[in-house]
């Protein structure tokens, strides 16, 4: 009987160590329709532009030898290619692509402003390389070669500004911490960093403390990155350049404390918009809304009262 009951234990311990190693997997692994089917649907870089949807496609290499998908639309007409007013890099969110809505349609609205506009497949994205996910530790060098490479070649303008929503924001904070060209960020509900997000997806499995940090390691060895560097607030203070946080009232995803937490880290310009009742007729006007939003941040710095999300145009 007590062989049995050790045999048992021994048993349910190993299946919850699986059950723990397939949770820090699901952490770094996005569940995203980008299967060969789904992407048949999805248009390469190339294709984009043989639609007539963007301008130049690459497909880059990074660091671990993987290449990155990206596309880009210039101003119409061209003219000359030193006034354009500046370049505009969207990073999309979690399980997305550079073409889902709303990114492709507020980089078109963007080109018709006048600048240059990158639209990328992150790692584990769409139609870039790689398996896993890292919250910001690899992406943010992924984008800083993606803009060397774009750059050298004289295909975007050097003075470069980052939207992004979500996981993409968080994305985008890291980035333009490590890299002086960038010269504002608009970054819509991120998250503050990687710890806290896989903390909060987990204590909805009722998971101990211990548990999740043992899965949190996990998934950072499962990644190969450190998880307590997948930090937009450890980023922050590191910025040398405006940031514009807009976070709604009511986000059952990402509560506001993590907006407030990286906006009292990072240095000024710096600006909270937390929108309100208006926050309600977003997915109607998203596409003008990040295009005038951009364009206001390029043009004027962070603004300490800014105009309504309503009255995008």
């Given amino acids: ?95 997305e692509n550079k073409t889902s809505y ?27 390389d790689g398996e ?19 750059i050298s070649q004289k295909l ?21 911490a490590i890299d002086p060209r960038v010269k504002g960020v608009l970054a819509v509900a991120p ?6 997000l896989a903390r909060q997806s987990l204590k909805l499995k009722l998971r101990s403390d211990e548990d999740i940090e043992e899965i949190v390691a996990e998934a950072g060895r499962i990644g190969d990155f450190d998880p307590d560097e997948a930090s937009a607030v450890g980023a922050a203070p590191k910025l040398n350049c405006p940031i514009l946080l807009v976070h709604g009232l009511i986000n059952p995803t990402v509560p506001m404390a ?9 240095p000024e310009p710096k600006e909270l918009v937390v929108p309100a009742a208006e926050q309600f007729i977003m997915p109607a006007i998203l596409e003008d809304w990040i295009a005038d939003r951009m364009a206001e941040l390029a043009q004027k710095g962070v603004q300490k009262t800014p105009p309504p999300l309503s009255a995008a145009k």
């Fill in 1 to 95: 009987m007590k062989v049995r009951t050790i045999l048992a234990l021994c048993s349910l311990a190993w299946c919850f160590g699986c059950q723990k190693t397939q949770m820090a997997k699901d952490l770094v692994t996005p569940k995203t329709f980008d299967s060969e089917f789904w992407m048949t649907f999805t248009p390469t870089g190339d294709q984009m532009v043989e639609r007539g949807k963007a301008d130049v496609s690459r497909r880059i290499p990074v660091d671990d030898e993987l290449l990155m998908d990206v596309a880009v639309i210039r101003p119409k007409p061209e003219g000359d290619r030193k006034k354009a007013l500046g370049t505009v890099l969207i990073l999309h969110n979690l399980r």
């Fill in 102 to 128: 709303p990114y492709q349609g507020a980089g078109e609205r963007l080109a018709a402003k006048g600048y240059d506009v990158v639209l990328t497949d992150l790692r584990a994205h769409g139609r870039s």
């Fill in 132 to 150: 896993y996910v890292t919250y910001g530790v690899k992406e943010k060098n992924d984008l800083k070669r993606i803009m060397d490479v774009l």
């Fill in 156 to 176: 975007v303008s050097p003075d470069v500004y980052v939207f992004g929503s979500n996981y993409g924001a968080t994305i985008a904070i890291q980035y333009a």
């Fill in 191 to 196: 998250y503050k960093d990687f710890r806290s």
């Fill in 258 to 266: 993590h907006s407030e937490e990286i906006l009292a880290a990072a």
